[in-house]
């Protein structure tokens, strides 16, 4: 099992600003099958990135992904209030299809 | 458009079975993988499985091997996953989500609302 590691725990950061989020992979995953979902408050996950850097439908260029093997990189710049969420990277190279245990966002 | 409709909150004693179905409209229900995943009270999320609606083949996370049944009707679209022997761990928010593509096996992409299911004696 693919056991993915997210750092940091929490992020907090101000309007305007860049957030780094980092995932990394027990073991090396091919960057086809790696995925980043963002999940606001109350609410349920929404699909971000995936295959590594591409946007799925409706995600503006603010939120980027990049990194191949074992780390794996979700960048947001010019942060906004409604950026407020905790992100989770995901590999669905093998079975079973696992997820880290979130980076939560915050914004002062 | 796509639309995932899952079953309402349940409440189980410890050692019962639970089942949530997850009702599928606005796309070819056949043609795309469906994901069950769970998020426990303030934690991640965990995926449990996965099953081809057309094949009926699955695929399930070790820990929940011997414990859930997955199925899908394609008469209805509906799907189902069952958890057997709950214990006061199990207690959680149960997703059903539909693959992303056609092509991208295991990748959530539109999400159902959420099923509680509390298991407390």
Same mark, same amino acid.
């Given at each position: 099992?693919?056991?993915?590691?997210?750092?940091?725990? $929490?992020?907090?950061?101000? =309007? #305007?600003?860049? /957030?780094?989020? @980092?995932?990394?992979? *027990?073991?090396?995953?091919?960057?086809?099958?790696?995925?980043?979902?963002?999940?606001?408050?109350?609410?349920?996950?929404?699909?971000?990135?995936?295959? $590594?850097?591409?946007?799925? =439908? #409706?995600?503006? /260029?603010?939120? @980027?992904?990049?990194? *191949?093997?074992?780390?794996?990189?979700?960048?947001?710049?010019?942060?906004?209030?409604?950026?407020?969420?905790?992100?989770?990277?995901?590999?669905?190279?093998?079975?079973?299809?696992?997820? #880290?245990?979130?980076?939560?966002?915050?914004?002062? | 458009?796509?639309?995932?409709?899952?079953?309402?909150?349940?409440?189980?004693?410890?050692?019962?079975?639970?089942?949530?179905?997850?009702?599928?409209?606005?796309?070819?229900?056949?043609?795309?993988?469906?994901?069950?995943?769970?998020?426990?009270?303030?934690?991640?999320?965990?995926?449990?499985?996965?099953?081809?609606?057309?094949?009926?083949?699955?695929?399930?996370?070790?820990?929940?091997?011997?414990?859930?049944?997955?199925?899908?009707?394609?008469?209805?679209?509906?799907?189902?996953?069952?958890?057997?022997?709950?214990?006061?761990?199990?207690?959680?928010?149960?997703?059903?989500?539909?693959?992303?593509?056609?092509?991208?096996?295991?990748?959530?992409?539109?999400?159902?609302?959420?099923?509680?299911?509390?298991?407390?004696?």
């Amino acid at each position: 099992e693919v056991v993915l590691t997210q750092s940091p725990g $929490t992020l907090s950061l101000s =309007p #305007g600003e860049r /957030a780094t989020l @980092s995932c990394r992979a *027990s073991q090396s995953v091919s960057a086809s099958y790696f995925a980043w979902h963002q999940q606001k408050p109350g609410r349920t996950p929404r699909l971000l990135i995936y295959a $590594t850097s591409a946007r799925a =439908p #409706g995600i503006p /260029a603010r939120f @980027s992904g990049s990194g *191949s093997g074992t780390d794996f990189t979700l960048t947001i710049t010019n942060l906004e209030p409604d950026d407020i969420a905790i992100y989770y990277c995901q590999q669905y190279s093998a079975s079973p299809y696992t997820f #880290g245990q979130g980076t939560k966002l915050e914004i002062k | 458009q796509v639309q995932l409709v899952q079953s309402g909150t349940e409440v189980k004693k410890p050692g019962a079975s639970v089942q949530v179905s997850c009702k599928a409209s606005g796309y070819d229900f056949l043609g795309f993988g469906l994901n069950w995943l769970r998020q426990a009270p303030g934690q991640g999320l965990e995926w449990m499985g996965w099953i081809s609606p057309k094949r009926g083949d699955t695929r399930t996370a070790g820990k929940f091997q011997d414990r859930v049944t997955m199925t899908a009707d394609g008469y209805t679209t509906t799907a189902y996953m069952e958890l057997n022997s709950l214990r006061s761990d199990d207690t959680a928010v149960y997703y059903c989500s539909r693959d992303f593509s056609d092509v991208l096996v295991g990748l959530p992409g539109f999400w159902a609302q959420g099923t509680l299911v509390a298991v407390t004696s």
